[in-house]
Each structure stands twice: as C-alpha cells, then as structure tokens.
C-alpha cells in the first residue's frame, strides 16, 4: 500500500507532542499529559470546521519547531505508517511553520526530516518522501522561500509541492508559476481546495483545474456540485 496523503501534523502521536514540548520547555496552558490531549485530539463537540481543525495543527506545528523534534515526527511517522500496512509513503509539511517565524534554518528542518525518514527505510524497509506544503496563511515571501527549497531538494526527499490552509483566504495568482514550474522539472502537484464551500469556491477550483493543472486535488469534496469541473478534471488526469 502507498499513503499518498499523510500530514506531519496528524501523523504524529500526542504522546511525542507532549514530551517534546517538556523536553524544550515550551509553555503549555495544560499541566497534566491528558489536557494537553484533550487540546490536540480531534473532539467532534469543539471541532466543528476547517478552521476549527488547522488551529489545532498549529499547535501540533509549534511543538514540532526544531530540527530533533522533526527528525523524530518523521520518523514516528513512517514507523506507524509501516506497521499500519504501508510499503510507501508520501509526507506532506510546512517548514516555515515549524520554524519559529523563520528563526531557523530552513534547510536544517529539512536535513532533519530526511534524516528520520533514512532511519525508518533502514529499520523497517518503508519507502518515502515528502511534500513541501506552501500556504494560503502565509506571506508570499515565505512561499517562495519554501517553492525554492523543494526545487532544491527535488530528487533528494523532496518529489513535490502542495498548497493548504484556510479556505477563507484566496489562492493567489502567484502559484501558477510555481506549479507551471513544478510541471515542468517532473516534480508532482497536489493542491487542496474544495474541501469547504463558499462563494468562491466554484472560482477557485476552476482555476486550479484550468490553471494550476495538479496531479491531486487533496480533500477537494465540493467539486461534485460542479458536474462539469468534475469531468474536466478526471479528463485532465487529476485524481
């Protein structure tokens, strides 16, 4: 079996979480292991939205800021996903938010995750790579810092690009030069939109249909109200 759609953030057990944080002295609201659990499991009652949802992976997120915790995420990661049946596996993350607003180095995330990756291909025999997500939540800079190093690992761990984050904001015009780029060099595209509706949402498929032209449109549930984006994007090969 091949996971071709895992994020670091739900990938990783509250367990590592808790005692990453104690380990670097991050400051938690939660004084015991089972309220900090209360705060990143996915309780039905409280989330109720996307938005509800990505604040609880930003937590995760924080917990996750430095090269060792990254190291170790990932390979948990594909640990879990190997004994859970997986014989590959597609990791999809953000540096720049684990990065305490660009405090450190990119590339030192990035090594580290390989890392943790390499050790779970020794142990265990899973294969593996990963996906540098970009984000609508995000400045522009911090997207082209992260499009440049997934050019610059590409071949080395890194096989493509993604695009997340809140719905409410808009995909911006921008990333049709990354993804046009993405294309051209082999590297995949993934991209996620649709997974909530509102007044754009029919806009914005179509321009990643027409436009951005991905491989996979991750979680993209709003698109069979729009029959014929559908048949468009099945015609174009887009799973």
């Given at each position: 079996?091949?996971?071709?759609?895992?994020?670091?953030?739900?990938?990783?057990?509250?367990?590592?979480?808790?005692?990453?944080?104690?380990?670097?002295?991050?400051?938690?609201?939660?004084?015991?292991?089972?309220?900090?659990?209360?705060?990143?499991?996915?309780?039905?009652?409280?989330?109720?939205?996307?938005?509800?949802?990505?604040?609880?992976?930003?937590?995760?997120?924080?917990?996750?800021?430095?090269?060792?915790?990254?190291?170790?995420?990932?390979?948990?990661?594909?640990?879990?996903?190997?004994?859970?049946?997986?014989?590959?596996?597609?990791?999809?993350?953000?540096?720049?938010?684990?990065?305490q607003d660009q405090k450190i180095d990119?590339?030192?995330?990035?090594?580290?995750?390989?890392?943790?990756?390499?050790?779970?291909?020794?142990?265990?025999?899973?294969?593996?790579?990963?996906?540098?997500?970009?984000?609508?939540?995000?400045?522009?800079?911090?997207?082209?810092?992260?499009?440049?190093?997934?050019?610059?690992?590409?071949?080395?761990?890194?096989?493509?690009?993604?695009?997340?984050?809140?719905?409410?904001?808009?995909?911006?015009?921008?990333?049709?030069?990354?993804?046009?780029?993405?294309?051209?060099?082999?590297?995949?595209?993934?991209?996620?939109?649709?997974?909530?509706?509102?007044?754009?949402?029919?806009?914005?498929?179509?321009?990643?249909?027409?436009?951005?032209?991905?491989?996979?449109?991750?979680?993209?549930?709003?698109?069979?109200?729009?029959?014929?984006?559908?048949?468009?994007?099945?015609?174009?090969?887009?799973?």
């Amino acid at each position: 079996m091949i996971d071709k759609h895992l994020h670091l953030s739900g990938a990783t057990n509250p367990v590592t979480l808790f005692e990453l944080i104690k380990e670097n002295g991050f400051k938690t609201k939660s004084s015991t292991y089972w309220e900090f659990a209360g705060t990143v499991l996915m309780d039905r009652s409280k989330v109720k939205s996307l938005d509800d949802y990505l604040d609880v992976l930003h937590l995760i997120d924080d917990a996750q800021s430095y090269p060792r915790a990254i190291e170790r995420c990932f390979y948990e990661a594909y640990r879990d996903s190997y004994l859970n049946g997986a014989t590959e596996l597609q990791l999809r993350w953000n540096p720049v938010k684990r990065s305490q607003d660009q405090k450190i180095d990119l590339d030192s995330l990035i090594v580290a995750a390989r890392a943790g990756g390499e050790r779970a291909k020794n142990y265990f025999g899973i294969g593996g790579s990963m996906i540098l997500c970009m984000g609508r939540d995000i400045p522009d800079a911090a997207n082209a810092a992260l499009f440049n190093k997934a050019i610059q690992y590409n071949g080395k761990g890194v096989v493509g690009i993604d695009v997340a984050g809140p719905e409410k904001i808009p995909l911006i015009k921008e990333f049709k030069h990354y993804y046009q780029f993405a294309s051209a060099i082999g590297m995949e595209r993934t991209i996620h939109v649709g997974e909530t509706f509102n007044d754009t949402t029919e806009e914005e498929l179509r321009f990643v249909v027409e436009e951005l032209k991905p491989n996979r449109i991750g979680h993209g549930i709003q698109i069979v109200k729009f029959p014929e984006l559908a048949k468009q994007a099945a015609k174009a090969g887009i799973e």
